[in-house]
């Protein structure tokens, strides 16, 4: 309801806040599915009312809108959230929790349905009815799940799932790391975390020439990449398998980082090589330059859209 009414009225940030808070209350207090143990992540294992009470909210509303902030790119939630109920319904499943596999299964099965209208080319949206919904079941089941194991390590084939947390940070890696990160840049560049911005790695991935589908595919296999990962490395401990998955995105990140460095200076080389011998002087119209002669072939082209292309290309010259 909430995402329901922000997509039809809007609504503050505040107000959003204030209604994902009471909404995770109900499900830590009532609904009592909360973080009781930490099986040792930083030395910490039973918690108190209070505190399991307090992490619990703020890991919900934190998840709710990780998925919120991914949603930029046709199908990307969407994916990630499909993985993400496949993951735990295979999971619960193998856990004998028959009432979990019927909603991850059903939750499944309205992403994939929905996600063929929202593959590119994007028929509909789901806005943010549509992501903090995925985003709130994402946090629901994970805290479960976690518990699940917790209470008895769940078992498939060769695999003992004991590590719960380490599971479903993998699961909830890329919608996470992507939060973590964007605030951080933000704060360093002494902005608002809460401000929008095209920093997101879903942004980064379309400016370096990547599709709506290829930035989704990527960053969807990235994802189950992770879960692989974590669920063949489960013997060696929540705490060790944290620190190994953490390292492991900030490696891709950092891959990532230089990729698109070097795309950023190809695409400014290329250009370059298009360009007369002559120095340009402030306003000159660069497009003009690029196409001599060729100005009767868009002659679609407004002052607007001339005046913006200028302004790109003359950012991609000075860096």
Not at 15 to 25: D, L, R
Not at 96 to 119: E, K, M
Not at 148 to 158: H, S
Not at 293 to 317: E, H, M, Y
């Amino acid at each position: 309801m909430l995402g329901l009414k922000d997509d039809i009225a809007g609504l503050t940030p505040f107000k959003k806040f204030i209604g994902q808070f009471i909404a995770a209350a109900i499900i830590a207090v009532a609904g009592d599915i909360r973080f009781v143990n930490l099986n040792g992540i930083m030395g910490l294992y039973e918690l108190t009312y209070p505190f399991s009470i307090s992490l619990t909210i703020f890991a919900i509303v934190g998840i709710v809108n990780s998925f919120n902030l991914i949603d930029g790119v046709d199908g990307l939630a969407g994916c990630i959230g499909l993985i993400m109920s496949l993951t735990y319904a295979f999971l619960f499943y193998q856990a004998g929790d028959t009432g979990w596999v019927y909603l991850s299964l059903s939750f499944a099965g309205a992403i994939a349905g929905f996600l063929v209208f929202n593959i590119a080319p994007a028929r509909i949206f789901m806005g943010d009815s549509g992501s903090l919904l995925i985003g709130f079941f994402a946090a629901v089941m994970s805290i479960h799940f976690i518990e699940l194991t917790l209470q008895q390590p769940v078992e498939a084939g060769d695999i003992r799932f004991k590590s719960g947390y380490a599971l479903v940070l993998s699961v909830l890696m890329v919608p996470l790391f992507d939060t973590v990160r964007v605030f951080t840049l933000r704060v360093l560049n002494n902005t608002s975390p809460f401000k929008a911005d095209r920093n997101h790695l879903h942004h980064k991935l379309l400016e370096a020439g990547m599709s709506h589908t290829q930035v989704t595919l990527t960053l969807s296999v990235i994802s189950a990449g992770m879960i692989a990962a974590s669920a063949f490395l489960q013997y060696i401990g929540d705490n060790q398998l944290i620190i190994t998955l953490v390292l492991a995105i900030l490696v891709l990140n950092t891959g990532f980082t230089l990729y698109l460095t070097g795309t950023k200076k190809v695409v400014g080389e290329e250009a370059l090589q298009l360009l007369p011998e002559k120095n340009f002087e402030p306003g000159q119209d660069l497009l003009d330059e690029l196409q001599p002669g060729k100005k009767a072939a868009a002659p679609n082209l407004t002052a607007a859209d001339k005046s913006f292309a200028n302004k790109v290309i003359s950012q991609v010259f000075r860096n």
